[in-house]
């Protein structure tokens, strides 16, 4: 009996299996093993007009890629923000409103680059403040503060 007919199909879906097996296991934005999801505690710094602002930000990286957090600066002055944003790739994008000292509120939107394993992102932000009017340019950097990895 010939089975030389049955050889190519079968390295063609034998090739296929192993194709789509290895596809199906690189994880997502927000699945666990993901190299660029941002969770747990980071140390925030956002730079505007010449000044720092310190304290800490707590990041949660959900399915899908969507980010939520807070942060909270502690330096020069105390800032509150809620954060909503997203991973793409090692892209993570944000916008924020916040409320400061002296009863100032404002918002961020920013964006930049993740560091692999997600124990950093910095890049641009704007920053509109009611008290101070207009839209400022800065920066920012979060880098990863917790021992635990997530």
Known sequence: M???GYRIPLLVAIAAILISVGCAGNPAPGESGY???LNGTYDAMFSAQGMDFTGTADLSTA?????TGTVRLTNPETV????KGMVADSTFSFESTYSRAGGCEGALL????ILSDGVGTSGDVDIADDCMGGVMEGSFNFTRSDAARP
């Open 2 to 4: 010939n089975h030389r």
């Open 35 to 37: 190299r660029f999801n």
């Open 63 to 67: 399915e899908g890629g969507a980010v």
């Open 80 to 83: 509150s923000a809620e954060l």
């Open 110 to 113: 920013g964006g930049g680059e």
